[in-house]
């Protein structure tokens, strides 16, 4: 089944992670592969973003997974750069770079066509991390690529907000 997503859907999820983060004095930033910077667009889309969003980086490369968001090579190289291990250690060194309460790390596959290992489009790892832990999500959609990377921010917000919920994370 196919989900609609609308900008509707987009905006409303957004303000309410916002709502929650900045009433939870946290402060967030950002990771992404696949979405190409699209989470980090959609968070600061409202003025004042600067109050809850420190900044993000968008790694295309394993080069820049790996030198700037300190991936072991060793992991890009067992793994590939679409795995739950990846997402972690991305999530993990977004957050140490910014020394920021909570980050969102975004990797995958949006596609068209079969990733590094013939995985098919709309392979996805969403990780969330705080300092006292990680959580990774595995997704899987099915659609064109604006579909997978739209729906990845989406699940990528969903997740934070449970996680955020889950461990009544404060400041």
């Not at 859907?9 to 929650?20: A, P, T």
Request: proline share 2%; net charge neutral; aromatic share 8%.
């Amino acid at each position: 089944m196919k989900m609609n997503i609308s900008h509707k859907n987009i905006e409303d999820l957004s303000k309410l992670l916002i709502e929650e983060i900045v009433n939870r004095n946290l402060l967030l930033c950002t990771a992404e592969s696949c979405t190409g910077g699209l989470l980090a667009k959609i968070l600061t889309d409202m003025p004042g973003s600067s109050v809850y969003f420190k900044g993000g980086i968008v790694a295309y490369w394993n080069e820049i997974k790996n030198k700037v968001l300190k991936v072991k090579q060793e992991t890009l190289n067992r793994y590939t750069a679409v795995s739950s291990f990846v997402a972690i250690e991305m999530a993990i060194g977004v957050r140490k770079i910014y020394q920021c309460d909570l980050s969102i790390a975004i990797t995958g596959y949006a596609g068209p066509g079969l990733g590094e290992r013939g995985e098919e489009p709309g392979l996805v790892y969403i990780a969330i991390s705080e300092p006292s832990g990680t959580q990774v999500y595995e997704e899987h959609f099915e659609g064109d690529r604006d579909f997978i990377r739209n729906k990845s921010v989406l699940k990528a917000m969903i997740h934070t907000l449970e996680y955020i919920y889950e461990f009544n994370l404060r400041r």
